[in-house]
């Protein structure tokens, strides 16, 4: 209830806090600690909704941490949660691309994780797409017809 009301009257202090705790929850779950454990699809809900939330109230740190954990698993897991729904759609073809980028690189198509060998998010994705740009870690990148032109891509979800 508090991070709508921070984020519509703009009270930077307490959507930083909000962020923060979000946050500190998440590494709670993802670091299993006694008392934050969950069962794996509270912890991809749980995912989806910071994804939702860091949308909606402009946290990009928080947007960033969730979609890097999101990533992994599979559609089904999260496709009929009220918070995926709620998503607008640029957000879930962004997750759904980085998904699928990730399955082409490690050949692999895990459900909660990847192969050892996979790489960071952003790092050296190709994608197809229009002439269009995205940004994503503060680097930016020009699609041409067919291929991502570059070495990193770029995604900012709040432009």
Known sequence: MVLP???EY?????LQKCEDWLL???EFIV???TGHTKETQEKVEFFAKCLLYGTKHDLETL???ALELLVPYKLSRYQHTEFYKLL?????????ETRMVKIEKTNSIGDGDFSEEEEEIGDEIEEIGEDEKILYEETEFTYNDS???GERETFNPFS
């Open 5 to 7: 009301l921070a984020h």
């Open 10 to 14: 703009q009270v930077k202090a307490t």
């Open 24 to 26: 500190t929850e998440i």
């Open 31 to 33: 670091g299993e600690v």
């Open 63 to 65: 947007y960033k941490r």
């Open 88 to 96: 607008p759609d640029k957000q879930k073809s962004q997750l759904l």
């Open 147 to 149: 291929v991502l032109v």
